[in-house]
């Protein structure tokens, strides 16, 4: 079982920067997906950014140049670094981590307890 910790979030005024981090509490697992949801008052969580193993890092259009997404999967542990934001950026971030089990032949996924998010003057 893989138990993901978010740290890292707080209130901030637009134009500011934050950095969340994330990192597993125990076990160790072959992590292939791992990232950042987010999920405002009122809508439906949605992807902000994730990695995968190789390296490859996709970003939702709403963030790309502004947040950088770098991880580690072997450790499981990655960080969401946020610049320039804006009140739109108000969320809870959840920590999001996916493995793939060729014997039960699906994906596991794995979630933390989300961190909030301000962005306000």
């Known amino acids: 079982q893989v138990q993901l910790v978010e740290s890292g979030g707080g209130l901030v005024q637009p134009g500011a920067s934050l950095t969340l981090s994330c990192a597993a509490s125990?076990?160790?697992?072959?992590?292939?997906?791992m990232g950042w949801y987010r999920q405002a008052p009122g809508k439906q969580r949605e992807l902000v950014a994730s990695?995968?193993?190789?390296?490859?890092?996709t970003y939702a259009e709403s963030v790309r140049g502004r947040f950088t997404l770098s991880g580690d999967l072997a450790k499981i542990s990655n960080s969401l670094q946020m610049n320039s934001l804006k009140p739109e950026d108000t969320a809870v971030y959840y920590c999001?981590?996916?493995?793939?089990?060729?014997?039960?032949?699906?994906?596991?996924?794995?979630w933390g307890q989300g961190t909030l998010v301000t962005v306000s003057l």
């Open positions: 990695i995968r193993t190789g390296g490859t890092v």
């Open positions: 125990a076990s160790t697992a072959d992590i292939d997906v």
């Open positions: 999001h981590a996916e493995r793939y089990s060729e014997y039960a032949e699906r994906y596991f996924e794995y």
